[in-house]
């Protein structure tokens, strides 16, 4: 099945920008969707199809996707936007059709 | 505002079953896919089951394939996801989520989750 690989961690000082990378085969190819989720919270999309924002998600968050990395940007990092961010895939060719990265939490310092 | 309230967790033996319901306001409850997701104490998220607006076609992921059954009312805007043969490593948040794309047959992507329901299957 296809896998998507997340760093554990990300540690920005507030004020910095902070890049969170997925790496998959040939991801640049697919479709990548992120989620922001906070303790004791459900997910919430904050950015799909790459580079989309949903309404209501800041302009600080941006997103890329090409080769085997896609990345998840977020601009002028404030303490509100600590939390754990999972990206996500549709690959038809896998088992299980809908893919989640192993998650990364962003620590501001 | 679109809400989704996911009901019917709890508590549960190896070997039991439960049925877990999700009930969706503010949107045309028929016109979008649903999935349900899981979340295991301390771990990511898990993508389970989708089934489209009209309720076919299904899809399930390979862990619980077999053991559940997700279906939809309509008429009551209300998911249900029939799990039996319960396992200790099926105990998670699930949370049910909407498709982003309207009258899609397949939805790639999940913009509304709800709040989850614990299960928990213990011996």
């Known amino acids: 099945s296809y896998v998507l690989t997340q760093p554990p961690s990300v540690s920005v000082a507030p004020g910095e920008t902070a890049r969170i990378t997925c790496g998959g085969n040939n991801i640049g190819s697919k479709s990548v969707h992120w989620y922001q989720q906070k303790p004791g919270q459900a997910p919430v999309l904050v950015i799909y199809?790459?580079?989309d924002r949903p309404s209501g998600i800041p302009e600080r968050f941006s997103g890329s996707n090409s080769g085997n990395t896609a990345t998840l940007t977020i601009s002028r990092v404030e303490a509100g936007d600590e939390a754990g961010y999972y990206c996500?895939?549709?690959?038809?060719?896998?088992?299980?059709?809908?893919?989640f990265g192993g998650g990364t939490k962003l620590t501001v310092l | 505002e679109v809400q989704l309230l996911e009901s019917g967790g709890g508590l549960v033996q190896p070997g039991g079953s439960l049925r877990l319901s999700c009930a969706a306001s503010g949107f045309t409850f028929n016109n979008y896919a649903m999935s349900w997701v899981r979340q295991a104490p301390g771990k990511g998220l898990e993508w389970v089951s989708f089934?489209?607006?009209?309720?076919?076609?299904?899809y399930y992921a390979d862990s619980v394939k077999g053991r559940f059954t997700l279906s939809r009312d309509n008429s009551k805007k209300t998911l249900y996801l029939q799990m039996n043969s319960l396992r200790a490593e099926d105990t998670a948040v699930y949370y049910c989520a909407k498709g982003w794309e309207e009258m899609a047959t397949i939805s790639r992507v999940f913009d509304i989750w709800g709040q989850g329901t614990m299960v928990t299957v213990f011996s």
């Open positions: 996500q895939v549709w690959e038809d060719r896998s088992s299980d059709l809908w893919v």
């Open positions: 199809y790459d580079s």
């Open positions: 089934i489209s607006g009209s309720g076919r076609p299904t």
